[in-house]
């Protein structure tokens, strides 16, 4: 509202100045007469525009009849009143042009103001809507930073109770490390103990194959010492087993002399075995093993005299089915 009517105004002042330059430039197309008031005063304030001398007898010199003092004063009128209303028109004239321009410099500066205003209504209303968008954003802010300082002190405590949770749980871990390693100790001596009571098993076992060795041994040699039935046969058989020159580089190395090598050398197994077991196994020896990978030094020895013994044993039976398939054939040794 308040607006509508500052425009209406500027309108209004705006017409009526437009009708003041028209008032004056009519007036200025008016009769060239004056008043004797006016005139007196336009001479008072003109004395500078009358009529020279040299005018005026230019006037009196002009040819025709001689005027009369009355007729020049006429004359003189009448020139200073021609001059007179010239001046007020030209005057007029100016004040009308001051007047027009002075009305289109105001109706330009109405529109100016009035665009201003419109532009500058505009940018206030942009700036007031983005201050009130920077007031929210300020709002919002605000509470954002109040959210994070209190995430901030939540996580503050969280973060001591996992420290404290954290110093706990070490010393909790600390403690089963040692129990764990305790058990495992305990753990690795009943695997010793257990390890160890299996050694009068495997001497045991050791006692009764070296009986066996000994009988089945002795009924081998006797064999051999007699007449088999195929001889070359067994040989070739037997040297699959005991391989090719075991004594000595000859290839007539007999039968007798291969089993004598290999009776040699289970007798010094025998003896290394023996030897084992004299040792006793100590749980500090044990501790330094690994208990999944580890074996008693006397079984490892039991197994070695074993792999000689199972050789011995396969050509005893080599034989033994030689003679059984030719009983008749066989001759002992008397």
């Not at 105004?9 to 006016?38: K, R, W």
């Given at each position: 509202?308040?607006?509508?009517?500052?425009?209406k105004?500027?309108?209004?002042?705006?017409?009526?100045?437009?009708?003041?330059?028209g008032?004056?430039?009519?007036?200025?197309?008016?009769?060239?007469?004056?008043?004797?008031?006016?005139?007196?005063?336009?001479?008072?304030?003109?004395?500078m525009?009358?009529?020279?001398?040299?005018?005026?007898?230019?006037?009196?010199?002009?040819?025709?009849?001689?005027?009369?003092?009355?007729e020049?004063?006429?004359?003189?009128?009448e020139?200073?009143?021609?001059?007179?209303a010239?001046l007020?028109?030209?005057?007029?004239?100016?004040?009308?042009?001051?007047?027009?321009?002075?009305?289109?410099?105001?109706?330009?500066?109405?529109?100016?103001v009035?665009?201003?205003?419109?532009?500058?209504?505009?940018?206030?209303?942009?700036?007031?809507?983005?201050?009130?968008?920077?007031?929210?954003?300020?709002d919002?802010?605000l509470?954002?930073?109040?959210t994070?300082?209190e995430?901030?002190?939540?996580?503050?405590?969280?973060?001591?109770?996992?420290?404290?949770?954290?110093?706990?749980?070490?010393?909790?871990?600390s403690?089963?490390e040692n129990?764990?390693?305790?058990?495992?100790?305990?753990w690795?001596?009943?695997?010793?103990?257990?390890?160890?009571?299996?050694?009068?098993?495997?001497?045991?076992?050791?006692?009764?194959?070296?009986?066996?060795?000994?009988?089945?041994?002795?009924e081998?040699?006797c064999w051999?010492?007699?007449?088999?039935p195929?001889?070359?046969?067994?040989?070739?058989?037997v040297?699959?087993?005991?391989?090719?020159?075991?004594?000595k580089?000859d290839?007539?190395?007999?039968?007798?002399?291969?089993?004598?090598?290999?009776?040699?050398?289970?007798?010094?197994?025998e003896?290394?075995?023996?030897?084992e077991?004299?040792?006793?196994?100590?749980?500090?020896?044990?501790?330094?093993?690994?208990?999944?990978?580890?074996?008693?030094?006397?079984?490892?020895?039991?197994?070695?005299?074993?792999?000689?013994?199972?050789?011995i044993?396969k050509?005893?039976?080599?034989?033994?089915?030689?003679?059984?398939?030719?009983?008749?054939?066989?001759?002992?040794?008397?």
């Amino acid at each position: 509202m308040n607006k509508t009517f500052r425009l209406k105004v500027l309108a209004f002042c705006i017409l009526i100045s437009i009708f003041l330059a028209g008032l004056n430039v009519n007036a200025a197309t008016e009769s060239d007469f004056v008043t004797n008031d006016q005139l007196q005063n336009s001479l008072e304030k003109l004395k500078m525009d009358m009529a020279t001398k040299e005018e005026l007898q230019t006037m009196v010199q002009q040819p025709g009849d001689t005027l009369t003092k009355e007729e020049i004063t006429q004359q003189l009128i009448e020139t200073q009143k021609s001059r007179i209303a010239i001046l007020e028109g030209n005057i007029n004239a100016l004040l009308s042009l001051l007047a027009v321009i002075v009305a289109g410099l105001t109706l330009f500066g109405g529109i100016f103001v009035w665009i201003s205003k419109k532009t500058f209504s505009s940018k206030v209303e942009e700036v007031e809507l983005r201050l009130n968008e920077m007031k929210q954003l300020h709002d919002e802010t605000l509470t954002k930073i109040e959210t994070v300082r209190e995430l901030n002190s939540n996580l503050n405590v969280a973060t001591r109770e996992v420290q404290d949770l954290h110093i706990s749980l070490n010393k909790n871990r600390s403690a089963f490390e040692n129990e764990v390693e305790r058990i495992n100790q305990l753990w690795n001596y009943a695997r010793f103990v257990e390890l160890k009571a299996t050694r009068p098993e495997i001497i045991r076992i050791f006692e009764n194959n070296v009986k066996e060795s000994i009988k089945l041994i002795s009924e081998l040699e006797c064999w051999l010492k007699g007449t088999l039935p195929s001889y070359r046969n067994a040989l070739v058989m037997v040297t699959k087993v005991f391989g090719e020159n075991v004594i000595k580089y000859d290839p007539d190395e007999t039968i007798l002399e291969k089993l004598s090598y290999f009776t040699e050398t289970l007798k010094e197994n025998e003896d290394d075995f023996w030897k084992e077991a004299a040792i006793s196994l100590e749980s500090e020896d044990y501790e330094d093993k690994d208990p999944d990978n580890f074996e008693d030094p006397l079984s490892e020895a039991l197994l070695e005299w074993q792999s000689i013994y199972m050789r011995i044993e396969k050509v005893h039976g080599i034989i033994a089915a030689q003679i059984k398939m030719n009983p008749d054939k066989f001759i002992p040794k008397t």
